[in-house]
């Protein structure tokens, strides 16, 4: 169950009274037990899951579903048992989509709340700064963020990554195919932190390998006005990426288009997020993007995937139900990162820290078919740097707005070289 404040932070529900207790107090005591309020205590059976989303912030469309479907996954266990006949606490906070705050946020629910997992935010800066805190505590933790370098150098031996990353978003879409197609010279626009980074590196090493010539643009978080950037891009420029979030990326395809830089340089994106309805897209017609989870389910119509959105209350299209809201395409990676800690549980028998060394262990390694558990697809935690390979879903967004697929791109030729065997660590 999740246990929050009326602001939204943690907090925790009074234990209820047993039968025996409150005949205690029966006769005379009913008021003072309709006042009585019990110091919150951990149950003898539970596991508490933190969770540092991104409620509010330049993330807080992405934090919104990665709450939404945490809770919906927890909810989904306890109904079933639990994990490992242990009823999971969920403990959320929120980020600011802060790295600052996020580290805070990390302490807060591994100290206080006494977290025996952490899943993390979409913020790779969050990440970042908390990937040394769960070391030092020694919980796993699963960030949604998509810089290469969580399961890379920056990464250790606690931390694993539920989803894909921008390094296998590349891998997908940088093909000699596609330098054919928009040119060699081209120009990365990108987020001026870890993750616009992260994208900037994967994109640049592997254009270099097809002779492209690269000028980069970093860009702050929030930039309402990019034309001063495009009007100084080099006159042979034949395509551009944008490295960009959200609103961000809706404010840069409308310039890019409003400017006359559309009509002739092409385009490519990472995910384009949900953060507003498809038609806000359509300033980005031509663009080539990726995708890991189709947001309409007619690209993914799956039994698993059916029962999935279901789950988390998902339209065809992809909208909440009852709402407006799209999510990013990674909108499974919260969801799976509870099935990884379920599976790796039960599997190694942990009941607690003292058990930690063997959960490691038996995730390293650990391959997954398809299911309601995890919806994505068939996948293995690569044993070296606790990553997984996804399929991914390469699209160009048409004038509606919509991402047309043209094809898939399998999890296998997804993956590249192991940075560092994070197995030589000792646990």
């Known amino acids: 169950m999740t246990l929050l404040t009326e602001k939204g932070k943690p907090g925790r529900q009074p234990r209820k009274l047993t039968r025996r207790q409150a005949?205690?107090?029966?006769?005379?005591?009913?008021?003072?037990?309709?006042?009585?309020?019990v110091p919150p205590a951990r149950a003898a059976r539970s596991i508490i899951i933190g969770h540092q989303a991104d409620l509010t912030g330049v993330l807080a469309y992405a934090g919104f579903w990665n709450d939404r479907v945490v809770k919906a996954a927890v909810k989904r266990v306890n109904e079933a048992g639990g994990i490992g006949g242990a009823e999971v606490v969920l403990v959320t906070d929120d980020t600011e989509s802060d790295a600052r705050t996020g580290q805070r946020i990390a302490r807060k629910l591994i100290d206080s709340d006494k977290a025996d997992f952490l899943i993390g935010s979409n913020h790779s800066g969050v990440a970042f700064s908390s990937i040394p805190i769960v070391k030092e505590s020694k919980i796993l933790y699963f960030p949604i963020a998509r810089a290469r370098e969580v399961t890379g150098d920056r990464g250790n031996r606690y931390v694993f990554r539920s989803g894909g990353n921008v390094a296998q978003e590349a891998q997908a879409m940088v093909t000699p195919e596609l330098v054919k197609a928009m040119g060699k010279n081209w120009v990365l626009f990108f987020e001026d932190y870890s993750w616009g980074h992260s994208l900037r590196d994967e994109w640049t090493s592997r254009l270099?390998?097809?002779?492209?010539?690269?000028?980069?643009?970093?860009?702050?978080?929030r930039t309402s006005d990019y034309v001063p950037y495009l009007m100084n891009i080099p006159k042979d420029t034949t395509a551009i990426f944008a490295g960009l979030l959200g609103a961000d990326l809706v404010g840069f395809a409308q310039q890019f288009r409003d400017t006359g830089f559309a009509s002739r340089i092409k385009a490519a994106a990472p995910m384009v997020t949900g953060i507003t309805a498809p038609d806000a897209w359509a300033n980005a017609k031509g663009f080539l993007t990726v995708a890991e989870m189709p947001v309409q389910l007619k690209n993914k119509n799956t039994e698993a995937n059916k029962q999935f959105r279901q789950l988390i209350q998902m339209e065809d299209d992809g909208r909440e139900v009852g709402g407006k809201r799209y999510p990013a395409e990674n909108f499974s990676d919260a969801w799976e990162a509870i099935s990884w800690i379920k599976r790796g549980v039960e599997k190694s028998g942990w009941k607690d820290k003292n058990g930690t060394a063997d959960l490691i262990k038996a995730l390293e390694g650990m391959s997954v078919e398809e299911s309601v558990d995890f919806p994505q697809g068939n996948k293995t935690m690569r044993a070296e740097d606790h990553q997984v390979f996804l399929d991914h879903y390469v699209r160009r967004i048409n004038e509606k707005g919509e991402g047309v697929i043209e094809h898939r791109v399998p999890a296998e030729e997804c993956q590249y070289p192991v940075d560092m065997d994070l197995r030589r660590e000792s646990i």
């Not at 029966?26 to 008021?31: A, F, N, P, R, T």
């Open 208 to 221: 270099k390998k097809y002779d492209a010539k690269i000028t980069n643009v970093p860009t702050p978080l």
């Open 23 to 37: 005949l205690q107090l029966s006769g005379g005591g009913l008021v003072a037990a309709s006042l009585l309020r």
